[in-house]
């Protein structure tokens, strides 16, 4: 069986956790948390030491998130969550690395708190952080991602997710369009049920 090493609070990881769910492959993957991983294996497989990793049944070892959901996508025979038509399969994929940037935004933002004291934070630094989060939420917002599921929305109620845990859901403000999206992923796709809470 395949292995998937993340976190509960990983961002990028639920984005492989709901795309194994969305293509019915979940059952062929035992979900890890890393952080009760008392071998330390992310340090040992990922010269990154970063999550998601997806150790496959000969031991090859996949990462990160954009190439784990590629290989889901694959295994489940194509165009599930990664559209085989050129033109939605670029769609998605912009989206997909507009979230990812949202989420990379966040973590920049999140990350400084975490490392370094008061005194130390670079405000501008976090202010520029905060101006790519609320760019892409204002393009966002004037037209949210419609159709079927796919990895652009997949990343986008992810990153969704971890902003508003680690962001104070800055990017609902004056977005309604954009929280009404939000609001039917969630309660429309039965498999984002399936999460762990961040």
């Not at 952080?35 to 990922?46: C, H, P, T, V």
Request: with cysteine.
């Amino acid at each position: 069986m395949m292995k998937l090493r993340t976190s509960p609070g990983s961002p990028y990881g639920r984005k492989a956790q709901l795309s194994f769910y969305l293509t019915g492959l979940d059952g062929k993957v035992d979900i890890i948390d890393s952080e009760k991983d008392a071998d330390d294996r992310i340090r040992k497989l990922n010269p990154l030491n970063k999550v998601p990793l997806l150790v496959l049944e000969d031991d090859t070892v996949i990462f990160d998130s954009p190439v784990i959901c590629e290989y889901i996508d694959w295994l489940a025979g194509g165009g599930k969550v990664i559209p085989a038509d050129p033109k939605a399969r670029f769609r998605a994929l912009t989206l997909q690395a507009l979230a990812d940037g949202m989420m990379d935004a966040t973590g920049g933002v999140a990350y400084e708190s975490r490392w370094h004291p008061p005194e130390q934070m670079s405000q501008t630094w976090m202010a520029h952080q905060q101006k790519k989060i609320d760019k892409a939420a204002d393009e966002l917002e004037k037209s949210p991602p419609s159709g079927p599921v796919d990895i652009g929305q997949i990343a986008l109620i992810c990153a969704m997710d971890y902003m508003d845990k680690r962001n104070d859901g800055k990017w609902r403000e004056g977005r309604p369009k954009l929280v009404a999206w939000r609001d039917a992923f969630v309660k429309n796709v039965a498999a984002y049920a399936k999460l762990p809470p961040m």
